[in-house]
């Protein structure tokens, strides 16, 4: 199967690991085991004396019952017999398209996004419409061009909520419209959702599968919960036809995710409110440093993100955004995206969730760069 370059993943792979200040990582800040131990006030000593004890199998299969029934918490309508655990969000992504896609099946994808939600389904072979989001509109789906790309064959409706990179937010009401469409013609609904609850108001922000039978959520610890070296992540639906699926699929590339990580997953989906609290608390402080320093510099501009990690900032250079973000990074150690990496020029993908001292740094190092042009 050829497909394309990920771009953003490719991006990450080559520079993020030398970055002075990194505002380009998309997770809130993450955390050690000390910290998650101290936040959840879990016994330490105790869960490693208890799991050093056990012996290393495939542990259970489909993912103990806390893990499972964890991750059901986190909707209203989803029992834990209803989530299949993957190899974090990429892989429940990836699980999804190859179980339920097959070429010439018509998707229908938005953009910009995060690119599996495309590229992967054009590798299959499917027959992929976009529908592009723009920024008069808040960057939310217009929802009459969606009903002139949704045909009868359409098997599958992707979309991002909260989206990435933007950090627009699709209220319930926009949801249930999709909803509708997609019930027409008897499409799923695939919604990545991996920046789910952290919102910049208290709002209870909704999931796919909470609204439509045929609704599929991805999610994983990684954004939401700052654990992403757990690798875990999963897939949530209310159709027993694909899940089957999916746990056939399941069989041929994971079998079972990493005892450790199931016990590690669950000691923080126990404490999902500290945790959401803390994390919370970040985006919105953060947020608010972010657009602080937009105001403060007239050739950088967005639209302030509703929820998520992510702000897609435009800047009036007459350089492109490789050349941009490359220049900068060697210059000053200033990290970030460059939104051509979302087919979006002139722009660059900030993510201020991290660590509040890099956060001020970074944005200190675009500035001083931007000073040069």
């Not at 992967?120 to 509109?137: F, R, S, T, Y």
């Not at 016990?263 to 409110?273: E, G």
């Not at 991290?354 to 956060?359: G, P, Q, R, S, Y």
Request: net charge negative.
């Amino acid at each position: 199967m050829n497909i394309k370059p990920f771009a953003v993943e490719e991006w990450m792979n080559e520079y993020e690991v030398g970055a002075r200040y990194n505002i380009a990582e998309t997770c809130v800040d993450s955390v050690s085991l000390d910290e998650l131990f101290e936040l959840t006030g879990e016994n330490k000593e105790d869960f490693l004396k208890d799991f050093c004890a056990q012996r290393l199998t495939y542990g259970d299969i489909w993912g103990s019952k806390a893990l499972r029934s964890g991750i059901s918490k986190l909707y209203h309508t989803i029992k834990a017999d209803e989530v299949v655990l993957t190899h974090g969000a990429a892989g429940a992504n990836h699980h999804v398209f190859c179980s339920l896609i097959s070429a010439g099946d018509r998707v229908v994808s938005i953009m910009p996004t995060y690119q599996q939600l495309y590229s992967i389904p054009e590798a299959i072979g499917a027959d992929v419409a976009i529908m592009h989001l723009k920024q008069e509109n808040d960057y939310l789906p217009d929802l009459n061009e969606l009903k002139s790309l949704v045909t009868p064959e359409t098997k599958m409706i992707c979309i991002n909520n909260p989206n990435n990179p933007t950090g627009a937010l699709m209220s319930k009401e926009l949801l249930g419209s999709i909803v509708e469409i997609a019930r027409g013609v008897g499409a799923y609904i695939l919604c990545d959702e991996v920046y789910r609850h952290l919102t910049q108001e208290d709002e209870w922000c909704e999931s796919i599968v909470d609204l439509y039978e045929k609704g599929i959520s991805v999610s994983s610890m990684s954004k939401v919960f700052s654990l992403a070296g757990l690798r875990m992540g999963w897939i949530a639906t209310h159709d027993e036809a694909a899940r089957k699926a999916f746990l056939s699929h399941r069989d041929y590339n994971l079998i079972s995710c990493g005892m450790f990580d199931d016990a590690i997953a669950s000691i923080a989906l126990r404490h999902s409110d500290v945790m959401l609290k803390r994390n919370q608390r970040i985006v919105r402080e953060n947020l608010a440093i972010l657009d602080d320093w937009i105001k403060e510099n007239p050739h950088f501009f967005y639209t302030k993100p509703k929820a998520g990690t992510t702000a897609l900032v435009y800047y009036d250079f007459d350089i492109p955004s490789y050349e941009f973000c490359k220049r900068m990074y060697h210059e000053t150690g200033a990290f970030v995206t460059p939104g051509d990496c979302f087919e979006q020029p002139h722009s660059m993908r900030v993510g201020y969730a991290c660590d509040v001292n890099t956060l001020r740094d970074g944005l200190a190092a675009v500035t001083k760069f931007a000073a040069t042009l």
